[in-house]
């Protein structure tokens, strides 16, 4: 044999194996990196809030078809029967998936979550309505930690495997070969395995209160996630938080979340997206800013929309208002937006539940506004400030229960002393009650479809915010009237 | 290449060393290169055979309309693949065919008896389509079962069958209560089975009674083992019976399509029996809202949903043929009225009707695609119709919203449903056939429906195709006849109550006689 064709065979070989290995790597690329753009309803920002991407989907998304078919696969595993809706979600008519969930194409189609998850209000007036939805409300329906806690049982049963979820799968659908194979090989044991460790993060809330429907600890997982800081035993647990019309706040510097931990909105929106999942390389700027832009005029609905308001009564709440809340409530007040600290003699001695506030630590914020080192989008407002934050009231009525950690069912409440307030409720069925303002918390239907609160557990003290107790019944009714009214 | 030959001769033996020629050796190698392709070639040929008899999909496949409609094949057998079938009610065709003379205790007189209609020249009743699928001759549900009645002049004469008719006559819930437990039956064997299907005349193959033995029957029993489980609480006694002519269309459709644990639903939920409609005169209905509650505005997506209740999937249905069946309603006329009507009569019922029901019902021009009545085809809300509350409540939110995930990733996927808060004002063509009356067929005759709800039937019996011509509907006062055991139907249980819908209780009566003759014209 001559040299030439020794030669000859070589240079074939090498073709065939380069021409190989290229198809193998656009393969790879094409099944497991390749970013396609999301295809939404339209171009409009609530679109966007309601369905696009925050950047989660790369590192926290479940593949779709394995998110599809987990709720059939482990019913048992769900609060009750109803698929993911079970666990709160909101489903608009017609849509693939709920509120709050996008799905993204990064080499295969992940699901991932976004802000309206937790900030999307619903409203029911009868009891088997289907919800109304309004964006920038917080949710009172969605169980966030049953969530994760469902996607770890369903990660830690020995039914979780490539064949029992590829079989459900065919039951719906008629996958490729190569997906079959990317399913089979990677991504449910890639899947698995991300979620069994995420299960590993999250075993401290195993020792501490539920957050129910309606509440998260939001800055908890992110200590063990990206900061590296110890959760300790600190609780966190609170009510999600409407984000209406932040321009006033933003523009004064005031302070947001329950306890002022940052003053920056940029920084406040973009941590959350962290939160959510997104990491420093999949953080979408430009989508994050245009959410941000949204909601400085985000208006909350009117109650007078729904339920009739008696406009005399409400009058008469005015002054009531001005002279006990306007001072710390009113939009324009300046110390509207700004933190009480715990101890403050401005308290009088009526200090509502610690816990939230003691979560934060200094160690923490300071770890976050290192965070973002070397990136455009630095942190530097984080910080630690041991105490709570005295809200702008718009749209108050749709926004129980009260209290940052959520422990008082209706507003006629939170005007009665402690004592008089309900030690045990349902938070999560959102037909509400026009003339306590609050959401239904009480009676079978609540039981059936809440998380139960009870008040004595840590964290969920319904103690303290004692203005307005002492007020006579009918000026108490006058300025619950008025309350109506913002 | 050599080898030693022994050659015996007289006194010796020879031992000669043979050279093999080169000719030879390449002929040695060529037969060798063949017999080895020749295997490698049958090998192929089994393979290719097995695979193209387990992966052969050909529907029994009917050239008339009609025939296809009653037939016809919508996919509703069992597919998907060998290593993981989807879908399927039922079990394949011979086993479906033996069942009652495996349980004949369970069910005396045959599928016949549960109200299934059989026709000359068909071994399988209306509304059982073959398929060869995976492998075996499978059988599924199609729209006519539910969608296919009889009409009988009186108890002697023969029924009349009438193509997308209600079902008034099916116990569908027996049927499926039927299969389930014979399927669990102790009787349900290979033995059993093979011996019975040998005796029926059903010819096996060896290879097919091996299969049966060690995989179809076996298997059969395990996915009727899962089905029983799923729907437990729908075919017990808990909750009220859907009796003849009704099905709960959207409880079993929780525990089979999304695997919702029906024991955690509130028993009130898992209430929903309700008739089974009318499938004639379509076109006038798209865009109306359709189901008795009206959640859902699309005919094909309500199509396509309905088609899940006989057993397709996602991955199983065969749209082609399902549109040759909607095409089909899409124009079907509804049956006129067989009997004579007094046009005098009628024409003073037209006058009443023009008043009292007109806004919600549309006229007798319906049926020619008018529609003559601004409240036709929307939801009239609960507290203003007043009928059962069940079948409304049945239909929640929540299960919308699973609904959204079906027929994922295809242009298929269900986007009309939606939660209403009553029950949708029907056109009422052929109305005459679509007895008894309201959504859970409460009550017998439209003659009844005139009355106030205190004067209506209390307890009836429901199945019977003989027609009343005075009252307009079907005889409800006989409890069995023609080898039939009918359904009683007692308005005092949840989701049986027949109140409600007053409008021209209050009117003399020769003016509802007058109504019920007007309506003969619809």
């Not at chain 2, 057998?77 to 009652?100: D, H, K, M, Q, Y």
Request: hydrophobic letters at 40%; aromatic letters at 10%; charged letters at 20%.
């Amino acid at each position: 044999m001559s040299h030439t064709v020794t030669h000859r065979k070589g240079l074939i070989a090498l073709v065939l194996l380069l021409v190989l290995v290229s198809v193998l790597g656009w393969l790879a690329w094409d099944h497991l990196l390749r970013t396609r753009p999301q295809e939404l309803a339209d171009d409009s920002i609530e679109e966007y809030f309601k369905y696009g991407s925050v950047g989660t989907e790369e590192a926290a998304g479940i593949p779709l078809w394995i998110w599809l078919v987990l709720p059939k696969m482990f019913p048992e595993y769900l609060p009750a029967p109803g698929g993911w809706a079970a666990l709160g979600f909101v489903w608009e008519q017609g849509r693939e998936l709920p509120v709050g969930f996008s799905k993204k194409t990064i080499g295969f189609p992940r699901v991932g979550i976004n802000c309206a998850l937790c900030h999307s209000a619903t409203l029911r007036t009868t009891a088997d309505a289907a919800p109304q939805v309004f964006l920038g409300g917080p949710s009172s329906t969605i169980d966030a930690l049953a969530y994760q806690r469902f996607l770890f049982q369903a990660a830690s049963d020995p039914r979780f495997t490539s064949g029992n979820i590829l079989a459900s799968v065919s039951q719906i659908t008629k996958l490729s070969l190569i997906d079959r194979l990317l399913y089979r090989f990677v991504l449910v044991p890639q899947t698995r395995k991300a979620l069994l460790e995420q299960k590993e993060a999250f075993a401290w809330t195993e020792t501490r209160p539920d957050w129910g429907r309606g509440r998260i600890d939001p800055f908890n997982p992110p200590k063990i996630a990206i900061l590296n800081v110890p959760v300790g035993d600190t609780i966190g647990n609170a009510d999600m938080q409407a984000i209406w019309n932040l321009r006033p706040r933003a523009e004064a510097g005031r302070s947001f979340h329950w306890d002022g931990l940052n003053t920056d909105l940029r920084e406040v929106i973009i941590s959350s997206a962290l939160g959510d999942g997104a990491t420093k390389k999949s953080l979408p700027l430009a989508a994050l800013e245009r959410i941000e832009t949204w909601t400085l005029d985000l208006q909350p609905p009117s109650f007078a929309n729904f339920f009739p308001i008696d406009q005399t009564l409400a009058t008469a709440g005015v002054e009531i208002f001005t002279t006990h809340c306007a001072a710390c409530h009113r939009a324009d007040s300046t110390q509207t937006g700004t933190v009480l600290v715990l101890g403050d003699v401005a308290w009088e001695g009526g200090e509502t539940d610690s816990h939230r506030a003691e979560m934060w630590t200094p160690e923490a914020a300071t770890a976050y506004n290192a965070f973002g080192d070397g990136y455009p989008w630095y942190f530097s407002h984080f910080r630690s400030t041991g105490g709570y934050v005295n809200v702008p009231l718009d749209g108050i009525w749709l926004r129980a229960p009260y209290l940052h950690n959520g422990s008082v069912p209706y507003l006629d409440e939170l005007l009665e002393r402690p004592a008089m307030r309900t030690t045990v409720f349902y938070r999560g069925f959102d037909v509400y009650n026009p003339d306590r303002m609050g959401f239904v918390a009480e009676g079978a239907d609540a039981e059936r479809v809440g998380t139960r609160l009870d008040t004595r557990a840590l964290g969920n003290s319904n103690r303290g915010h004692l203005w307005g107790t002492d007020l006579a019944p009918e000026q108490k009714r006058a300025l619950l009237e008025y309350l109506k009214t913002l | 290449m050599s080898r030693k030959t022994r050659t015996k001769t007289r006194d010796q033996v020879l031992i000669d060393d043979v050279r093999t020629s080169p000719v030879d050796r390449d002929l040695a190698r060529t037969l060798r290169r063949f017999v080895g392709w020749l295997l490698l070639l049958i090998i192929v040929l089994i393979a290719a055979s097995l695979v193209r008899r387990f992966t052969a999909d050909r529907p029994v496949d009917y050239s008339d309309p009609v025939a296809h409609f009653k037939y016809g094949s919508i996919g509703s057998e069992p597919g998907g693949s060998l290593l993981e079938a989807a879908g399927g009610l039922l079990p394949p065709e011979p086993i479906f065919r033996v069942l009652p003379q495996i349980c004949a205790d369970k069910l005396p007189g045959g599928y016949a008896a549960l109200g299934f209609l059989f026709e000359d020249g068909h071994d399988l009743p209306i509304g059982v389509s073959k398929r060869l699928r995976l492998g075996f001759h499978q059988v599924g549900l199609n729209c006519s079962v539910c969608h296919t009645g009889t009409v009988r002049d009186s108890s002697q004469a023969a029924p009349r069958i009438i193509a997308g008719m209600p079902a008034q006559q099916l116990q569908l819930q027996d049927f499926f209560r039927f299969v389930l437990d014979c399927t669990l039956d102790s009787r349900f064997t290979a033995d059993n089975l093979l011996g019975r299907i040998e005796e029926a005349g059903i010819e096996l193959g060896w290879l097919d009674r091996l299969l049966y033995r060690y995989v179809v029957i076996p298997r059969t029993r395990e996915q009727t083992l899962q089905l029983a489980t799923s729907l437990r609480l729908i075919m017990g006694d808990k909750v009220t019976e859907w009796g003849r002519g009704r099905v709960d269309t959207f409880n079993p459709y929780k525990g089979m399509q999304f695997n919702w644990q029906l024991d955690r639903l509130p028993l009130s939920e898992l209430t929903g029996a309700s008739d089974f409609p009318s499938l004639w005169n379509q076109e006038p209905r798209d865009g109306m809202e359709l189901h008795w509650d009206g959640n859902n505005d699309s005919v094909d997506e309500r199509n396509l949903s309905a088609s899940l209740g006989a057993g397709v999937t996602p991955v199983t249905v065969d749209h082609p043929r399902l549109k040759r069946v909607r095409d089909w309603i899409w124009n079907l006329p509804p049956p006129p009225y067989p009997y004579d009507v007094d046009a005098a009569k009628a024409a003073h019922g037209q006058a009443v009707y023009r008043i009292y029901c007109q806004e919600c019902h549309a006229d007798h021009r319906f049926k020619d695609g008018v529609i003559d009545g601004a409240k036709v085809g929307t939801v009239e809300p609960l507290g203003s119709v007043g009928t059962d509350p069940f079948r409304l409540h049945s239909y929640t939110y929540t299960f919308a919203a699973n609904q959204y995930t079906l027929y994922p990733e295809s242009r298929y996927r269900f986007t009309h449903f939606h939660k209403t808060n009553g029950y949708a004002n029907q056109p009422l063509d052929g109305i005459w056939a679509r007895a008894p009356y309201l959504h859970n067929g409460a009550v017998p005759t439209l003659r009844d429906l005139l009355e106030p709800p205190s004067a209506r039937p209390a307890i009836f019996y429901r199945g019977n195709d003989v027609f009343d011509p005075v009252k307009v509907g079907f005889v409800s006062d006989v409890p069995a006849a023609n080898g039939l055991r009918f359904s009683r139907f007692d308005t005092a249980l949840d989701g049986n109550h027949n109140g409600g819908h007053l409008w021209g209780v209050e009117l003399p009566a020769e003016d509802k006689d007058a109504v019920v003759e007007y309506l003969k014209t619809f």
